[in-house]
Nanobody, 126 residues
Framework: QVQLVESGGGSVQAGGSLRLSCATSGRTDSSFGMGWFRQAPGKEREFVAVISWIRWTGDSTYYADSVKGRFTISRDNAKNTLYLQMNSLKPEDTAVYYC????????????????WGQGTQVTVSS
């Protein structure tokens, strides 16, 4: 079983920064793809970023176009923690952010993530 617990959400003004963390426990290891998704009120949960590891190339990352250049996903395997550094935040980034784990490599499909955290709220005011 896999447990994921997000933290680091909060309220910030447009242009500000936040760093989300996701503590992982259980059957996760570097072979899992770890992703961030978000869900705004009245909208579908959408992909934000993913990080996956392959032995011969190391970590690879992939981002949604809406966050590319502003958000950075990373992980510290020694601490079993996934991060999402969010810079230049916009009001449209307001959502509940979820971390998730997948056995698929670099997936952006919600259906391919088997484990989910409970979410953390991010609110960006203009």
């Amino acid at each position: 079983q896999v447990q994921l617990v997000e933290s680091g959400g909060g309220s910030v003004q447009a242009g500000g920064s936040l760093r989300l963390s996701c503590a992982t426990s259980g059957r996760t290891d570097s072979s899992f793809g770890m992703g961030w998704f978000r869900q705004a009120p009245g909208k579908e949960r959408e992909f934000v970023a993913v990080i996956s590891w392959i032995r011969w190339t190391g970590d690879s990352t992939y981002y949604a176009d809406s966050v590319k250049g502003r958000f950075t996903i990373s992980r510290d395997n020694a601490k079993n923690t996934l991060y999402l550094q969010m810079n230049s935040l916009k009001p449209e980034d307001t959502a509940v952010y979820y971390c998730a784990a997948s056995t698929q490599w670099l997936s952006s499909r919600r259906s391919e993530y088997e484990y989910w955290g409970q979410g953390t709220q991010v609110t960006v005011s203009s």
